[in-house]
C-alpha cells in the first residue's frame, strides 16, 4: 500500500509542477493545490498507513492500550487542510483583482501590460 501511495505522491508533485511552470495564473493555483495535497498525503504516509484503532484512552487508563493510530499526521494534516483552503481562497481573490485590472491572467502578458483605468 504504500508502494502505491508514494507513486500517487510523485505523480501529484509531478504533475502540479507542469501546472504551477505553465504561465497562466489559473493553472499556478491549481497546481498550487495539488502540491498541497500531495505534501498532505506524504506527511499521512509518513504516520504509516494501518487499519488501527482509533486512538482512545479507556476509562481508568493512563495511556491507549493495544495498536492504536497515531493522532499527530491526522491533526497536522487537518490544520494544513484550513490553511491550504484559506490560501486558495485568497490567490484565487487575487487573480481576479489581476484579472480586473489587466485583462488576462497570462503572466507573460501581465508583465507587458498597462494597468486599465
Known amino acids: 500500500m504504500e508502494l502505491i501511495m508514494a507513486a500517487l505522491i510523485g505523480l501529484m508533485a509531478a504533475v502540479s ?4 511552470l505553465a504561465g497562466n495564473m489559473l493553472r499556478f493555483i ?11 498525503l506524504a506527511i499521512f504516509e509518513a504516520g504509516r498507513l494501518s487499519f488501527a484503532a482509533p486512538p482512545f484512552i479507556a476509562e ?4 491507549p492500550t493495544g495498536d492504536v493510530a497515531n493522532a499527530l499526521p491526522q ?13 486558495l481562497a485568497f490567490t484565487l481573490v ?5 484579472y480586473g485590472a489587466f485583462g488576462t491572467v ?10 486599465r483605468g
Open 60 to 63: 481508568g487508563e493512563k495511556a
Open 106 to 115: 497570462e503572466i507573460d502578458e501581465i508583465e507587458n501590460a498597462e494597468p
Open 17 to 20: 509542477v507542469y501546472l504551477m
Open 75 to 87: 491533526a497536522l494534516i487537518l490544520t494544513a487542510i484550513v490553511i491550504g483552503f484559506g490560501l
Open 30 to 40: 491549481v497546481g498550487l493545490s495539488l502540491l498541497s495535497n500531495a505534501v498532505n
Open 94 to 98: 487575487l487573480v481576479y483583482r489581476l
